[in-house]
Nanobody
């Protein structure tokens, strides 16, 4: 069964850090580009960052550059999102999904497989 499971969310104060995990089962994550998205209440889902391990590239949305780092670990079949200097504007449900590689991190189009998401809440 193909599955993505996110974890690591929680409540943190402004300026704090969290590390999110996206663990895959039923397929090898390294074969795909993996993206982190977030959706805040009343807002559109926003792509945060993605990684293509096979192409050794990453891509970040402007608002998280320098604060968030996406990485992968083959042995754990997982992708991580290290989030530092968090602000209340980062509050959202964070989810991961997969896409095809091959664009050298210029294009990310989800295949439609999503995890259940993990809530990140940043307090002032």
């Amino acid at each position: 069964q193909v599955q993505l499971v996110e974890s690591g969310g929680g409540l943190v104060q402004s300026g704090g850090s969290l590390r999110l995990s996206c663990v895959a089962s039923g397929f090898t994550l390294d074969a795909y580009a993996v993206g982190w998205f977030r959706q805040a209440p009343g807002k559109e889902r926003e792509r945060v960052a993605y990684i293509s391990s096979s192409e050794n590239c990453t891509n970040y949305t402007e608002s998280v550059k320098g604060r968030f780092t996406i990485s992968s670990e083959t042995a754990k079949n997982a992708v991580f999102l290290e989030m530092n200097s968090l602000s209340p504007e980062d509050t959202a449900v964070y989810s991961c999904t997969v896409a095809g590689p091959g664009s050298r991190c210029r294009v990310f189009t989800s295949f439609g497989t999503w995890g259940q998401g993990t809530q990140v809440t940043v307090s002032t």
